[in-house]
C-alpha cells in the first residue's frame, strides 16, 4: 500500500522561492554578469520562477536557460568520442544551477560536466527545491528551499502547475 505525505504546499514553495531568491541576491550583490540555468524537467519551472522573482525585487533581468543533462550521465554509455557540448556560454559567468531535489549528487555531477564544456563559468551555485539527503558524491546545495531526512525507499515527489495540475512536494512509500 502506497502512502504519501505533503511536505510543501503552493504557499509553502512560492516561500521558498522567495526565500532562495532573496539569499542570492544578497550573497551575490547583484547579478549583472549571471545566467540562472535549470535543469530539466522541473528544475528549469523553478529556475523561471526564481528569475521573475529576482526581477521583480531588483528589477535586474538575469537570462534564464534550461540544462538537459542526460547525456552527461555517468550512467550512461557515451557513444561519441568528444561528447556533446552545452550551448550555454559560461565564460566568466556566476551560474545559479536549479534542481528541485537533490539526492545523490549524480544530476548535479552530470550539469556541472555540462556547463565546463561551453567555457569555465566564475563560479557556480546550486539552488535546489528539496534536499533529501543520502549523498554519493561530495555536493551540496548553496539555497535550499526545505531539508527532508527520508530513506531510500522513500520517494521525494516535487509537482509543479505548469507540468502536473498541482503544487506540492510530498513524500511516497
Not at 550512467?75 to 556566476?94: F, H, L, S
Not at 531510500?152 to 502536473?164: A, L, Q, S
Amino acid at each position: 500500500m502506497e502512502t504519501k505525505r505533503i511536505l510543501m504546499d503552493k504557499d509553502a514553495i512560492t516561500r521558498a522561492i522567495r526565500r532562495i531568491s532573496h539569499e542570492i541576491l544578497e550573497r551575490n550583490k547583484g547579478l549583472s554578469n549571471a545566467i540562472i540555468v535549470g535543469i530539466e524537467r522541473r528544475g528549469v519551472v523553478l529556475a523561471k520562477r526564481l528569475q521573475a522573482e529576482m526581477e521583480r525585487i531588483e528589477g535586474l533581468h538575469i537570462p534564464c536557460e534550461s540544462l538537459n543533462v542526460a547525456m552527461y550521465r555517468d550512467d550512461r554509455n557515451m557513444r561519441d568520442e568528444d561528447g556533446p557540448t552545452c550551448e550555454i556560454e559560461t565564460t566568466e559567468k556566476t551560474i545559479i544551477l536549479v534542481d528541485d531535489v537533490l539526492y545523490t549528487g549524480r544530476t548535479i555531477r552530470a550539469a556541472l560536466n555540462a556547463l565546463m564544456t561551453s567555457g569555465r563559468p566564475k563560479s557556480i551555485q546550486l539552488a535546489v527545491l528539496v534536499d533529501r539527503g543520502h549523498r554519493e558524491l561530495p555536493i551540496r546545495a548553496d539555497y535550499v528551499g526545505k531539508n527532508i531526512p527520508t530513506s531510500h525507499v522513500e520517494k521525494v515527489r516535487v509537482r509543479v502547475e505548469d507540468m502536473d495540475g498541482c503544487e506540492e512536494v510530498s513524500i511516497e512509500q
